[in-house]
């Protein structure tokens, strides 16, 4: 190995392959890869890195001789309790250290770190670290989310790194930060799109798709989901408590959406609107009836918490058409929107309001209910209905949750939860129309 030929080698495939929109989980492993084959005897790198998502924090990659690389997220709060305080890596960010090497064998061996003893236990004898901050390091490094990248190098050869060793990561960190800083941004934006618009629309923002009048029409299972008594339980309850709320709400809806493999286009006010498609009508239509049983199921449990705490429940009404949709932009040039229109929309909206006059907490139009499987729970016959939206009037039919909190439900939750019920309470509860009774989930 000579530092020249290294760094050339590696420089080459840096700029390649950010130019080729590389993942991190490909840099991490290219590169470590590459340093070893290039004589530096590497058995483990790591990179962490902040990210904006909902449900995590930060990334690790960790990438190992022997088994390559594999990854793990970090949920938001989560560095208090997995041992980052303790780590070099927030000494480094905390003291603004861009280098830090510790011999972990031998005579010169300091373990000032938890892990260092992990790391000799392991066989690991020198390590060395390098912080690269996508900004100047006083702005990157200010707040409580640092922006850069972290990285660490550990070999097993005895007597540890050498100086030429130690010169060629030094060379090669701040180049890869540069196709790892587009990497990260490129993943933040997708994050971003798909969080705040939905994955299809946001992927077709990202794709270039944001002209005024840009459209692309599709034909789709459309879920609409609504929480009632919003105004009220806001005026009862405060801000605070009923945020807490919604959000128990929608992750009964939006979940269960998600689980069977729907896409969520928008939160309407205090409501969940949702597609399915396949190339397969019933077999969107299955899904959609699928994830409107784990809806209620969810609910269900909910209610049963909220009932034990003598808090009042929640009621919501599901209505579920099938028709033509638009993924389109709206707006002005200054500020747009992309957003779902078309017919279809504005009639399952209307079919969701019947659900607040019949005792059927769900409501399919006549589309969707030809589309179901034969083990579909029993539906009732509502009548045509004209909505407005609707040429003609709207076959509709309704169903209990009697049914559906039984269809394809988990092993067991049937004989746990439901089956103990009284013959009383659960006629009660089909009268209601909502799940307010105080039987909770138990595990089977």
């Known amino acids: 190995m000579t530092d020249d030929s290294l760094s050339r080698a590696l420089a080459d495939w840096i700029m390649e392959s950010a130019l080729n929109g590389a993942s991190m989980t490909s840099l991490v492993e290219g590169a470590a890869n590459r340093v070893l084959g290039n004589g ?78 992990e790391f000799v236990e392991e066989g690991f004898t020198d ?39 130690i010169a060629a990561l030094q060379h090669l960190v701040p180049r890869l930060a540069v196709a790892c800083k587009l990497a990260i941004r490129e993943q933040i934006a997708r994050n971003v799109a798909n969080a705040y618009l939905g994955n299809s629309a946001g992927q077709q ?43 128990g709400f929608l992750e009964c809806a939006a979940g269960a959406v998600q689980v069977e493999g729907g896409e969520i286009l928008a939160y309407p006010g205090d409501a969940v609107l949702a597609i399915f498609r396949n190339e397969e009508p019933a077999q969107a239509a299955e899904a959609a009836l699928v994830a409107a049983a784990e809806f209620r199921r969810r609910l269900f449990d909910v209610n049963a918490n909220l009932a034990e705490m003598g808090q009042d429940t929640l009621e919501a009404g599901l209505a579920v058409h099938q028709g033509e949709i638009a993924f389109g932009n709206i707006g002005t040039g200054g500020r747009q929107a992309f957003t779902v229109i078309g017919p279809a929309v504005n009639v399952v909206n209307r079919l969701e309001a019947i659900t607040k006059t019949e005792s059927h907490p769900v409501v399919l139009s006549a589309a969707v209910d030809g589309l179901l499987p034969p083990d579909a729970p029993p539906r ?51 009268k209601a129309g909502s799940a307010q009774m105080t039987m909770s989930r138990k595990s089977s």
């Open 380 to 430: 009732h016959q509502l009548g045509g209905r004209q909505v407005r939206g609707s040429d003609a009037p709207i076959g509709v039919f309704g169903m209990e949750d009697s049914g559906l909190l039984r269809f394809r439900a988990p092993p067991g939750y049937a004989e746990t939860v439901l089956e103990p019920l009284s013959a009383t309470l659960e006629t009660a509860y089909n």
């Open 40 to 117: 530096v005897p590497l058995r483990r790198a790591h990179v962490t890195f902040r990210t904006l998502h909902p449900s995590f924090e930060s990334v690790s990659l960790v990438w190992r001789r022997e088994e390559g690389v594999f990854s793990q997220e970090f949920v938001h709060g989560s560095a208090m309790h997995n041992g980052w305080t303790q780590s070099p890596f927030a000494f480094m960010i905390q003291n603004g250290t861009k280098y830090l090497r510790r011999r972990l064998t031998g005579e010169s061996a300091v373990l000032d770190f938890p892990v260092f003893e």
């Open 205 to 247: 923002v990202l794709n270039g798709h944001i002209r005024l009048g840009d459209y692309e029409t599709i034909n789709a299972i459309v879920w609409f989901a609504d929480l009632r008594d919003s105004t009220g339980r806001l005026e009862r309850l405060g801000m605070e408590r009923y945020l807490a709320l919604l959000n």
């Open 127 to 165: 390590y060395f670290a390098v912080t690269v901050p996508f900004d100047s390091r006083e702005i990157a490094l200010a707040g409580n989310r640092p922006d850069g990248i972290a990285t660490s190098w550990i070999t097993d050869r005895a007597g540890g790194f050498s100086d030429a060793h």
